[in-house]
């Protein structure tokens, strides 16, 4: 059974920076790909962020790139987003997400097992 947990979401000032963290319990996530979605009300879960499962590479929504950054702990059990050069319009509910297979996708239907969501909310 695979649990995540997010944390570190908050209020911020525009401009400011704020890291995120997903820890995985039950198994690590080597060679599984990892991800970071978003969600405000009435609206569908959007892509953030994403990480291959066996290899380094990331990838990242055009609006996010240069301030976002995707990683993950040498044990495969945490992974991270910080986020940096916050605005308002970062606003929404982080969710992290885990497939079973090594291949990212920027899907959220592609993705089998999610945290609970961690609330981030940045002030003009």
């Known amino acids: 059974q695979v649990q995540l947990v997010e944390s570190g979401g908050g209020l911020v000032q525009a401009g400011g920076s704020l890291r995120l963290s997903c820890a995985a319990s039950?198994?690590?996530?080597?060679?599984?790909?990892m991800a970071w979605f978003r969600q405000t009300p009435g609206k569908e879960r959007e892509f953030v962020a994403s990480m291959h499962g066996l290899a380094d590479s990331v990838n990242y929504r055009d609006s996010v790139k240069g301030r976002f950054t995707i990683s993950r702990n040498s044990a495969k059990t945490t992974v991270y987003l910080q986020m940096n050069s916050l605005k308002p319009e970062d606003t929404a509910v982080y969710y992290c997400?885990?497939?079973?297979?090594?291949?990212?996708?920027?899907?959220?239907?592609?993705?089998?097992?999610w945290g609970q969501g961690t609330q981030v909310t940045v002030s003009s």
């Open positions: 997400g885990q497939r079973v297979i090594w291949q990212p996708s920027s899907s959220y239907s592609h993705y089998s097992y």
């Open positions: 039950g198994r690590t996530f080597s060679g599984r790909a």
